[in-house]
């Protein structure tokens, strides 16, 4: 038989390795990092474990050391991998890292229109703008504090109802952290059994599913925009949930009174008045819809995930729970609702819920960050134009930071006097200048919905099971746990 079989098949290997052999060369020459060897168009994502790519990465810098080069599909990438070269870039030159590197999804989504992935001015005054409003709408005040609060009853009420029989919480924590957001944006409480507004959270968790996954992290032909798939149906619902944003919009519109803005929306509605004679403002009727619609999604189903993961791990340690009741009987007791004044006095909680995020590891990944000039990091060159990725569950889990990094423990977070203690490495928020701006509320709400369901509840497996599958049914972008029953069994 002859070696290459047909014509066909021998060019077809012969341009395979002209590839290969002008990328070995165009990598010493620039004095790029090491990586794989890439394929033509699908890259290395042979070598990507879909399941768990976090993981992939972290077995690729153990052979290609912490700085290394990927290929997700048709993009390269640079990959940094550890603690110090995750804070070096995003903490020591932030400065430098402010420009979001592409999500072949959200470009496609948003256009670049909004916060999560705009650059420059753009980018710089919606922000500015957005700490600034949130602040003022109660983000971190006493007043979000108490909307919180009455929307822990909400979720206690929906808790008592199933009377300790199995039950998976994930839709009613999703409710209750979107009708925290829907308070500062909309100004308004979306009620728990509204079909619009069940349909929108489900649109919501299908979204974080799929940019979670591996398929939304990749550059497909644009021919792949015109033919039929789950990816169509993926763009429709974020466009459902555009339209609902379109229409809050427009009934803000109608009823606004410039000097008294209700809330986020009406505050940059009353911006977008002041600035209608600046041909270059950024305050436009596209970034008002793409900043509300980024807020609502980044603040929506994150803080719903990491809430029940809390809760999901809280059952596979029963000391750790049984640590957290005896803090919140003898801080708060039973007779009235927790508040952030407690969280002081709570170190052993503080410390759980901090373990808890860290190793979800919600987005393991980090977003993406797009280099502006060239620059040298551990001796190799990283060209303009190049993508980083700063895995921050490189940080997260670093030997060099935490005891035992792949175990919980909240003793992570605990002074040898049992205070609370910060860890530089801790950025389940990413950190410098493009971390979450929804960290406060989002730790917030985590710790008054965390203690108002343990003041009452204990946590225990349905009958019959013995563990919770803790690992995640996606990992990608995002770590997103397995929707499972639980039960709350009252105390």
Excluded at 238 to 258: A, G, M, N, Y
Excluded at 288 to 316: C, K, N, P, Q, W
Excluded at 344 to 356: C, Q
Excluded at 367 to 385: A, H, M, N, W
Aim: proline share 6%; aromatic share 10%; hydrophobic share 40%.
């Amino acid at each position: 038989m002859d070696l290459f079989g047909s014509p066909l098949t021998f060019l077809v290997s012969l341009a395979f390795l002209l590839i290969l052999v002008v990328w070995k060369k165009g990598t010493k020459k620039k004095n790029l990092p090491p990586g794989p060897t890439p394929l033509p168009i699908i890259g290395n994502l042979l070598q990507l474990k879909a399941s768990n790519v976090a993981a992939s990465l972290k077995k690729m810098s153990e052979k290609y050391g912490p700085v290394f080069m990927v290929y997700f599909g048709l993009d390269q990438a640079v990959v940094l991998h550890g603690y110090d070269l995750v804070k070096e870039v995003l903490i020591d030159r932030g400065e430098e890292f402010t420009h979001r590197g592409s999500v072949p999804s959200a470009d496609k989504t948003n256009r670049g229109f909004g916060l999560l992935m705009s650059n420059g001015k753009r980018w710089v005054e919606l922000r500015r703008f957005s700490i600034s409003t949130l602040r003022n709408f109660g983000m971190g005040k006493k007043s979000i504090e108490e909307y919180i609060q009455e929307e822990a009853e909400h979720v206690m009420k929906g808790l008592q109802a199933q009377k300790g029989q199995p039950f998976n919480p994930g839709l009613l924590f999703s409710c209750a952290t979107a009708n925290v957001i829907s308070h500062i944006l909309l100004g308004e409480r979306l009620d728990y059994q509204d079909p619009k507004f069940l349909q929108m959270l489900q649109y919501l968790k299908d979204a974080f599913r799929l940019e979670s996954s591996i398929s939304g992290q990749v550059r497909t032909p644009k021919r792949m925009d015109f033919l039929p798939g789950g990816h169509q149906t993926f763009f429709k619902n974020l466009e459902s949930i555009q339209d609902f944003v379109r229409q809050k919009i427009q009934e803000h519109e109608s009823s606004l009174d410039i000097n008294a803005p209700r809330d986020f929306i009406d505050t940059f509605l009353v911006k977008m008045e002041q600035e209608k004679k600046n041909p270059k403002t950024e305050f436009t009727r596209e970034n008002l819809m793409m900043t509300v619609y980024d807020i609502f999604i980044a603040g929506t189903e994150t803080t719903s995930i990491t809430l029940r993961f809390i809760h999901m791990i809280l059952i596979e340690h029963p000391a750790v729970q049984a640590k957290i009741h005896e803090e919140i009987d003898r801080v708060i007791g039973r007779e009235r609702a927790p508040s952030m004044r407690d969280r002081l006095e709570m170190p052993y909680t503080e410390a759980t819920i901090h373990e808890a995020q860290r190793v979800l590891d919600l987005i393991p990944l980090g977003f993406s960050r797009l280099v502006k000039q060239d620059f040298e990091i551990r001796g190799y060159t990283i060209p303009k134009g190049a993508t980083l990725f700063t895995i921050l569950s490189s940080a997260l889990h670093d030997p060099k930071q935490y005891k035992n990094p792949y175990q919980f423990d909240p003793e992570h977070f605990l002074d040898e006097k049992g205070a609370f203690k910060k860890n530089g490495a801790d950025m389940p928020f990413s950190a410098g200048k493009r971390n979450c701006l929804g960290e406060g509320l989002a730790r917030m709400q985590l710790f008054l919905y965390v203690t108002t369901i343990l003041q009452s509840f204990c946590l225990q497996c349905p009958p019959g099971v013995t563990k919770l599958d803790l690992t995640p049914e996606v990992s990608g972008l995002g770590n997103i746990p397995r929707q499972l029953p639980f039960c709350f069994t009252p105390r």
